[in-house]
C-alpha cells in the first residue's frame, strides 16, 4: 500500500471522528449510547471521580506462581533487525500472574472464561482489611464476621460487587514469604467458606486477593475453591495495589480473556476512582 494511500486513509478516518462528535452525529452517538445503557449507569455501580489504579502485576517468568514453576515463557518469533517488525511467541499457565478463576476451573461443566457475563466485568469494589490480622497469621482468613463488619461500617455490599481482601500480601511479591513459610509450607492469607457463602446470599459476582490463591495456604481442601466457583462465580488472584483503594467508591473493569473452553487466565485490573 501506498503513503499517498495510507495518509489519505487516516485523513478520512479523522474527519469521520470529528463528525461523530459534532453535529448528527454527536446525536447519533449520544441515542446509541443512551439505547445501550452506557449512560445509565447502574445503579450498583460506585460513581467515581476519574483517577485509574492499576490492580495488575507485572508478569514475567520470576512471578511467584502456586507450584514453583514458571508461569511464562517468551521467545523471539520474529525479530526486528531481521524483519523491520518484531513480536513473541508467548506461552503460559491460565492460573499465574494476576488472573481469573472461573466456574470450570474446580468443576466440569461450569461456565468457561469465554462465557462469562461480561456485565460482571464492570463492577462496584468493596475492599476488606485483614491486614492486621495477616500480620498475627500468614493464613489468616477473611471471614463471614469480616464481612458484617464491613457492612455495618460501609454499607449494603451492591449486587455484582467485586469483593477484594487486602491482606497486604502483594507487597511480598519477589521474596519467597509471598508463598511459603520459614519450613516451605504454603502460607498466605485466603477466603473462609463462611465469608464466600455470605457473599453468595448477598449477590456479590466475584472476589478477589492479593495473595497466590483463593483460599488460605494452609487450605486442606480448597473449600472456597470448590463451592465459589462451581456456584457460578468467579475469583481473582495475585492483585495489587489494595491500598490504594477506599474501603467502596471504586469501579473496577476487569480485562477478561476469552479463548474458548478457558478455565481462567491473565487478567487486567483497572480501578476508578
Partial sequence: MCNACIMEGVKREMLSRRQLFTGAGAAAVTATAVASGILSAKPALAQASGRVVDLTHVFDPQFPTFDGKPGIEMEWAVKFEESGYQLYKVSYFEHSGTHMDVPLHFSQDGASVDQLDPGQLIAPLCVVDITAKAAEDANAMLEAEDIEAWVSANGDIPAGACVAMHSGWAARVGDTSYRTDADGNFAFPGFAKSATDLLAEIGAASIAVDTLSLDPGNSPD???????????????????????????????????????GGTGGLARLLAVV
Avoid at 475453591?225 to 467502596?248: C, T
Fill in 222 to 260: 480448597f473449600a472456597v475453591h470448590y463451592s465459589w466457583l462451581p456456584s457460578g462465580h468467579f475469583g481473582i488472584e495475585n492483585v495489587k495495589n489494595l491500598d490504594q483503594m477506599p474501603a467502596r467508591g471504586a469501579t473496577v473493569f476487569i480485562g477478561s480473556p476469552t479463548h474458548r
